[in-house]
C-alpha cells in the first residue's frame, strides 16, 4: 500500500497525563458520578500503556507486531550481516489431541525450537533467513512426537530507486496439525512432509501507479502414515507440485484511497495420476487441475486509522477428470486493520478460495473465512489478544460439508531484549455433515523465548 509523504504519527501521553486522569476519576468519584467514573477508568486502562511512552508510534502496525527498539534482540554482529539466536520453548495441554469426535485423548507437550536467524546490515539490497529445528515431546501420547527442520533464505536486489527484484526460497520437513481439515485422518503421530518453495517477485513504481509480477513453484512430499489400527498408509497419492503466476497493480488516488487489480493463475499437478501404481481408472479421481481468480478493489488509507484493502472478482477451476464439476463464481480478499486507539487496534479478515484436500474421493472445498483480532497494548511490553475465526467449507465432489469455529485470548510479555513470555488458550471446534470430521479441544498454551 502506498504510504502518504508526511504522514502524521500518534502521540502518546506521557506520565503527567496519566496522574490528571486520576485527579478527574478521583472527582467523579466524589461528586456519586458512579457511571461516568466507570467509564473514566475504562479510558484509563486503555491508556495505561501509556505511562511509559514518550514516543511516536506508526498507526499502520498491528499493536503486536509493532517495533519497540528498546525490546528489540540485538544479536550477535559478524561482517556485515546480524546474527540472531534464539531457543523457544511451549508447554501446551489439550483435552482432544487427536481432534477426533468421540473418546478424544487428553495430551501434555513440550515444543523445543532452537533457530538462528540472520540478515544483512548493507545500506542496499538486503538478504535475510532462518535455520530451525523442532522437537515435540507428548505425555501420554508418546506416538506423537516427531522433529522438523528447515530453512528459509530471501533476498531483495534493489536495481534501481523505483525497481525490485525479490527472491526466496525454503527447504523445510513439517508436521500436520490433526486439527487441519486437509491432515490425513484416524492417524497415530502427525503426518510429515516435506515442503520445497521458490518465488521471485518483480516490483515497479511509476509515481501514482505500483506494478508486481510474481512467480512460485511448490512441491510436497508426504510420509508414511500410521493409523489406529495400525497399518502403515503411504502418502503418496498426496504429492504435488504447483506452478502459479500472479500480477498486481495499485494505482494511488490521493486522500488515502488507491485502486487495485489482482490477477492469478495456478497449475496443480499430482504424482499419483493416470498410469500410477494403486490408480484405479474409473475409480479413482484424477485431481489434476488449473485455475484463475480476477479481483479488483480498493486500498484504503484512512485518516491514519483504517488500512488495509478489499477485493472482490471472479474465480474458475477446471478439473482434468470429467466427474469433477469444474467451480466457478464471486470471491472475495480482505485485510483491514482500524487502529482504533493509539493502543488498540482490530483487524478484519475474510477470503473465499478452494483448498485442496488429503483424499483421493474428492477433490477439496470451496471455503469461506473470516476473522477478527483485537490487540491491545497495556503496557509497552505487555501486549493483550483476543481472536475469533469462522470457516465455512463445501466439497468441489463427494466429501462433506460443515462450519469451522475459533476462540483465542492471549497476552505476550516482553521481559527484557533477550526474554518474552506468552500465554493463551484457546477453544476450537468443527460442526461437519459426516460424523468422523467433527471435533472440539481446548487447549492452552505457555510460552518462553530466549534470544541473545
Wanted: net charge negative; aromatic share 10%; with cysteine.
Amino acid at each position: 500500500m502506498f504510504r502518504a509523504r508526511d504522514e502524521p504519527h500518534f502521540t502518546i501521553a506521557t506520565r503527567s497525563n496519566r496522574s490528571n486522569v486520576i485527579r478527574v476519576i478521583r472527582l467523579f468519584s466524589c461528586c456519586g458520578g458512579v457511571v461516568i467514573t466507570r467509564w473514566a477508568f475504562f479510558v484509563a486502562l486503555l491508556s495505561s500503556s501509556a505511562v511509559c511512552h514518550g514516543a511516536s508510534i506508526d498507526p499502520q502496525e498491528d499493536v503486536l507486531n509493532r517495533p519497540h527498539s528498546e525490546y528489540d534482540q540485538i544479536g550477535i554482529r559478524t561482517g556485515g550481516f546480524t546474527l540472531l539466536p534464539s531457543i523457544s520453548s511451549q508447554l501446551s495441554a489439550t483435552d482432544n489431541y487427536r481432534a477426533t469426535p468421540d473418546n478424544p485423548d487428553f495430551d501434555v507437550s513440550l515444543l523445543l525450537t532452537p533457530d538462528l536467524t540472520w540478515k544483512s546490515n548493507w545500506s542496499r539490497h538486503r538478504i535475510s533467513g532462518r535455520v530451525f529445528l523442532q522437537q515435540s515431546i507428548n505425555a501420554p501420547l508418546h506416538d506423537e512426537n516427531f522433529t522438523s527442520f528447515g530453512a528459509n533464505a530471501n533476498g531483495l536486489y534493489d536495481i534501481s530507486a523505483n525497481s525490485q527484484l525479490q527472491i526466496s526460497g525454503e527447504a523445510a520437513r513439517l508436521a500436520e496439525d490433526h486439527k487441519s481439515l486437509r491432515s490425513f485422518r484416524d492417524t497415530i503421530g502427525p503426518t510429515l512432509y516435506d515442503l520445497l518453495n521458490g518465488r521471485a517477485t518483480y516490483a515497479h513504481v511509476f509515481d501514482r501507479l505500483e506494478l508486481q509480477a510474481t512467480g512460485e513453484l511448490e512441491h510436497r512430499t508426504y510420509h508414511e502414515a500410521v493409523l489406529v489400527n495400525g497399518f502403515h498408509v503411504s502418502q503418496h497419492f498426496r504429492d504435488l507440485q504447483m506452478l502459479s503466476f500472479s500480477g498486481h497493480g495499485e494505482y494511488d488516488l490521493g486522500n488515502g484511497i488507491g485502486v487495485v487489480v489482482t490477477a492469478e493463475h495456478d497449475d496443480i499437478r499430482y504424482d499419483f495420476r493416470p498410469g500410477s501404481r494403486g490408480f484405479i481408472n474409473g475409480f479413482t479421481l484424477d485431481r489434476d487441475s488449473s485455475g484463475m481468480n480476477l479481483e479488483a478493489g480498493i486500498s484504503l488509507e484512512l485518516t491514519n486509522l483504517i488500512f488495509g484493502t478489499i477485493q472482490a472478482g471472479y474465480l474458475h477451476r477446471n478439473y482434468v477428470d470429467e466427474r469433477m464439476t469444474d467451480v466457478s463464481g464471486p470471491s472475495f480478499d480482505a485485510d483491514v486493520l482500524w487502529s482504533i486507539t493509539p493502543l488498540t487496534s482490530i483487524e478484519v479478515s475474510g477470503k473465499h478460495y478452494i483448498e485442496e484436500s488429503g483424499s483421493t474421493n474428492f477433490a477439496g472445498n470451496i471455503r469461506t473465512d473470516v476473522g477478527l483480532k483485537v490487540h491491545h497494548e497495556l503496557y509497552r511490553n505487555v501486549v493483550l489478544r483476543s481472536e475469533l475465526a469462522y470457516g465455512h467449507f463445501e466439497p468441489v465432489i463427494g466429501g462433506a460439508s460443515g462450519n469451522e469455529y475459533s476462540m483465542l485470548l492471549g497476552a505476550r510479555y516482553r521481559m527484557n531484549r533477550r526474554v518474552t513470555l506468552n500465554a493463551q488458550i484457546q477453544y476450537s471446534r468443527r460442526d461437519a455433515s459426516v460424523e468422523n470430521l467433527r471435533y472440539h479441544a481446548t487447549t492452552a498454551n505457555l510460552g518462553l523465548r530466549y534470544g541473545l
